[in-house]
């Protein structure tokens, strides 16, 4: 089957801009992530979905980044007034029921965010 | 705080060679650890997990890794390499009472298998 998919691939924006990213979870996946990678650096956790309940946003860096997911779909990630130190991949993942500290969760490939 | 640290941004090896990736957690309670590996351009993929079931978890590729709490390791290893195991790796951890599922990332080792 299908498994996560993001889009755009690759995306590069002026410094000030608003960005959209999208994530497309493997269907029947309930609980949905957001990882940012820095040049160099492992990945950082953003924010975590499950089902209808009410997302946590302890991993987000600042009040200019939010998202939304509507149910058990797609979420966009949302990155207002950007800044060069958010160049980064951003990394979406989900996992079936996300009940457990153990789920293996299933990546997409990414969106190279550059910020010029 | 829980962390995850990996020694050793890259490592290289002859094909054939034995493979050690290093990985030590931080954790002041007991965490379940991950192998994660991206190839370029694609997204990162589960090599293996500790759940704590068994010390020596076994994964895709001929990978495995041991779990030594006395050490705090979680190494990954493969007894002969091959050309096409040459991407990087992630060790990885998630803990009871954090964001449910949430994992602390290292910052990856790229390996790089020469002929």
């Known amino acids: 089957g299908a498994g996560v998919s993001q889009s755009p691939s690759n995306k590069v924006t002026e410094k000030g801009k608003d960005v959209e990213l999208r994530c497309d979870p493997i269907s029947g996946h309930t609980a949905l992530y957001w990882y940012r990678q820095r040049l160099g650096q492992g990945l950082e956790f953003l924010i975590y979905f499950q089902g209808n309940s009410a997302p946590d946003k302890s991993g987000l860096p600042s009040d200019r980044f939010s998202a939304e997911r509507t149910g058990e779909s797609v979420s966009t990630l949302t990155i207002q007034r950007t800044q060069q130190e958010d160049s980064a991949v951003y990394l979406c993942?989900?996992?079936?029921?996300?009940?457990?500290?153990?789920?293996?969760?299933?990546f997409g490939p990414g969106t190279r965010l550059t910020v010029l | 705080a829980q962390s995850v640290t990996q020694l050793g941004s890259h490592v290289s090896v002859s094909e054939g060679a034995l493979v050690l990736l290093r990985c030590n957690y931080s954790?002041?309670?007991?965490?379940?650890l991950f192998w994660y590996v991206q190839y370029p351009n694609q997204g990162l993929q589960l090599l293996l997990k500790y759940t704590s079931a068994a010390t020596l978890v076994k994964g895709i590729n001929g990978f495995e890794a041991e779990f030594k709490k006395s050490e705090t390791s979680f190494h990954l290893t493969k007894p002969s390499a091959h050309m096409s195991d040459a991407a990087e790796y992630f060790c990885?951890?998630?803990?009871?009472?954090?964001?449910?599922?949430?994992?602390?990332f290292g910052r990856g080792t790229q390996l790089t298998v020469w002929p």
């Open positions: 954790s002041s309670v007991p965490p379940y």
């Open positions: 993942a989900s996992s079936l029921e996300g009940r457990g500290f153990a789920d293996t969760q299933y």
């Open positions: 990885a951890s998630s803990y009871r009472g954090s964001t449910l599922g949430r994992l602390y």
